[in-house]
């Protein structure tokens, strides 16, 4: 211990600010480096984004900052790397914001189904002050929320049926994100939910442990999906935000231009990123069914079944998220339509 103090010099944590008047490519000698992992692929418009941070961060900083990519979940899962974090022993993941409410509840309010209408509101609200306000609260984890990237609007695949209305979700496994509001929408539409992490889920569909399970159609199909699962339905039940998280203990470390630099960047790559993700979604669909699955169309009758299946379990975690945020969420999104 006495070795570890003296090399860490008087024992004070290194967490200061750093000489506010450090420009962003000073630094003490050696680069400073952001381990920065994903659970997606790489042909995912996340690692894309992750690429143009790295691009955009090391070019500001003059590589005072350097940015290694790791994705396939090579660093682990969205739980585990965000728990890295907040040891220090990893500077950045982008989870989806179901695992992200194992940390800071209130960010289940996002798993609240069907709340928004459309991609152009979720970003006004995100990027709009409760969203905002919402991304403060990771602060006191350890962790500092710098943007909101986009993962998307759920859809359901499975290996046993087509599923056009809500009694064919019964008895179906469908694995679920770990969030207990997912598990429990999924209960109250008659399937069968397990929790598990996303570096388990295509090993689990490929042995049959879980019938089917539900994310993007970008993920779907880049992930290989197709291989394991027979049919998609156009659900749209949930949309995901991503989180680009960092570190609060290298965020501290951080000169104040440097921290600006890697701010800024979240946010750029995060919109370059969303616009990735949109341009390509409706075509992932038709690619789906190019690999031989078949596609089954949620009428409006149908979703509204789901919708009406599905309210007992809203009103149940509006007290579990918290009122307040769930009333300024659906106050936002009714000012940003
Ligand atoms: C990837 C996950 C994934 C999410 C899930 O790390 O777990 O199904 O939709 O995108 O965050």
Redesign the pocket.
């Known amino acids: 211990l006495i070795t570890v103090l003296a090399a860490c010099g008087n024992g004070e944590s290194d967490s200061s600010n750093g000489d506010s008047s450090e420009s962003a490519s000073e630094g003490s000698g050696d680069a400073k480096v952001i381990k920065a992992g ?3 692929n790489d042909d995912h418009p ?1 690692y894309k984004g992750l690429l143009k941070f790295k691009e955009i961060v090391e070019k500001e900083t003059d590589g005072a900052i350097k940015v290694e990519t790791y994705h396939s ?1 090579q660093l682990g ?2 739980r585990s790397m965000t728990e890295a974090l907040q040891l220090g022993t990893q500077e950045v993941t982008i ?2 914001t ?2 992200l409410a194992n940390f800071v509840p209130e960010f289940s309010v996002f798993d609240i189904p069907f709340l928004f209408p459309n991609e152009e509101v979720a970003d006004k609200v995100l990027d709009g002050e409760v969203g905002q306000e919402l991304l403060g609260k990771l602060e006191e984890q350890n962790l500092v929320g710098l943007a909101y990237w986009e ?1 998307g609007f ?1 859809d359901l695949t499975n290996s046993e049926r087509a599923v056009a209305s809500v009694e064919d979700f019964e008895g179906l496994k469908i694995r679920t ?1 770990e969030n207990d509001l997912h598990l429990d929408a999924f209960k109250a539409l008659g399937a069968n939910p397990t929790p598990m ?3 388990e ?1 295509f090993t689990a569909m490929q042995q049959g442990t879980v019938d089917g ?4 159609y970008a ?1 779907i199909y880049l992930q290989k999906f197709y291989e394991v699962q027979k049919h998609v339905s156009n659900t749209h039940h949930i949309y ?1 935000p ?1 989180v680009f998280l960092m570190s609060k203990s290298f965020y501290d470390g951080l000169s104040e231009d440097q921290q600006k630099i890697v701010k800024d960047a979240a946010v750029e790559a995060g919109k370059y990123e969303r616009k990735l993700n949109r341009e390509a979604n409706e075509k992932y669909l038709e690619q789906l069914q190019e690999e031989g699955m078949e596609y089954t169309e949620i009428t409006d009758e149908a979703r509204q079944e789901m919708k009406d299946a599905v309210a007992p379990v809203i009103e149940e975690y509006k007290s579990k998220i918290g009122e307040e945020t769930v009333d300024k969420v659906y106050k936002a999104i009714e000012e940003a339509k």
Do not use: C, H, K, Y
């Open positions: 994903i659970g997606l996340q979940g899962d969205d989870p989806s179901a695992p993962n759920r994100m992490a996303f570096t889920l399970q539900e994310n993007p993920t995901s991503f």
